[in-house]
Structures are given as structure tokens and as C-alpha cells.
């Protein structure tokens, strides 16, 4: 009989460079053991200190009581604006929906919601107008926005004093 030399590539459990199974059968075990350890102790004890500190925090700081009585009263809506944006010749839209917090007591909430309906074409097309002057990228940019919300609400308590708005909502804002 002739002695065949053996070829480490005809052997299964050859060491190739790869993964060794002692490795595997060890280590992935191990490693399991320590994300669990690491999670309870995160859990646990850094989390409780955590918790425990804002507790303190707030034992220590007095109750804030309510300044005022005019509250954001009821939400008035433009919905689906189609918008052409800066300098996309018509090539790109904006779809949006804005909502408008308006300010009003509980009593006044009706009157201010019909003064909005009132002026709702020209709301429009301040929204209209302030958005069709940005460019696509700045429209794209969720921390350009509110800077945008912020213009849009100074334009409307200029020309359009008579009705108060606390806030702008984007219930949609598509960008195609």
C-alpha cells in the first residue's frame, strides 16, 4: 500500500484561515454572557441613579403654575398646497398640509376659527408665497423648517393682525 501525503484543503476541519470552531463553540457563548451583563448592569444600576438624580431635581424645583388663561385654541388647516419651489422651473412640486394654532379662549375658539376661514385665501397665499421663494434643498432641510415656520408666522401677524396663530404645524410635506 501507498502512503498518501495529506492535503490540508481535503481535510474538513483544516484550519484554512477561517473561522476556528473552538472559537466559535467558546467565544459566541462568552460574548452572549457579556452583552447580558452589561445590559443589567446598564439597567440597573446606571439607570436608577439616573432616575433617582431627576427625582431630586425636580423635589427641588417649584411647581410652575399657569401664566395665563388664552391657551392654543383650535387648529385651523390649509390642506394638499401644491407649491413649485425656487428656481425648478415648474420641474419639482411640494405637496403640503399646514395647521395653524390659533390663539383664542375656549369662548372665542368659533370666532377665531371663522376670522381664519375669512382670510383663508390670504393665508394661503402668504404660505404660498413664502414657500414657493425657497429652493428645493432648503425645503429638503428638516432644521431649515422651523426657520421657515418662523417666517411664515412673522409675514401672517404683519398682514394679518387680526388673527392670532401660536404655532405651524407640517401635517405633510412632499417634496417630488
Do not use: C, H, W
Request: hydrophobic fraction near 40%; charge should be positive.
Amino acid at each position: 500500500m501507498e502512503e498518501k501525503e495529506l492535503d490540508p484543503s481535503t481535510i474538513p476541519n483544516a484550519k484554512k484561515g477561517g473561522l476556528n470552531l473552538k472559537v466559535l463553540i467558546i467565544g459566541l457563548p462568552v460574548f452572549i454572557i457579556q452583552l447580558v451583563v452589561v445590559y443589567f448592569v446598564t439597567a440597573n444600576i446606571l439607570l436608577s441613579k439616573k432616575d433617582t438624580s431627576s427625582s431630586e431635581a425636580n423635589k427641588e424645583k417649584p411647581e410652575l403654575t399657569k401664566v395665563s388663561s388664552i391657551q392654543t385654541g383650535p387648529i385651523a388647516t390649509i390642506e394638499d398646497m401644491i407649491v413649485n419651489p425656487a428656481g425648478t422651473s415648474g420641474q419639482r412640486l411640494l405637496l403640503t398640509s399646514v395647521g395653524f394654532g390659533l390663539v383664542a379662549e375656549e369662548k372665542e375658539a368659533e370666532e377665531a376659527k371663522k376670522k381664519f376661514e375669512e382670510k383663508k385665501v390670504i393665508i394661503q397665499d402668504i404660505v404660498n408665497t413664502t414657500l414657493a421663494s425657497k429652493t428645493v434643498p432648503q425645503l429638503s432641510s428638516i432644521t431649515y423648517r422651523d426657520t421657515v415656520k418662523t417666517e411664515i408666522l412673522n409675514t401672517l401677524k404683519s398682514r394679518v393682525p387680526d388673527i392670532r396663530i401660536s404655532n405651524i404645524f407640517f401635517s405633510k410635506f412632499i417634496i417630488q
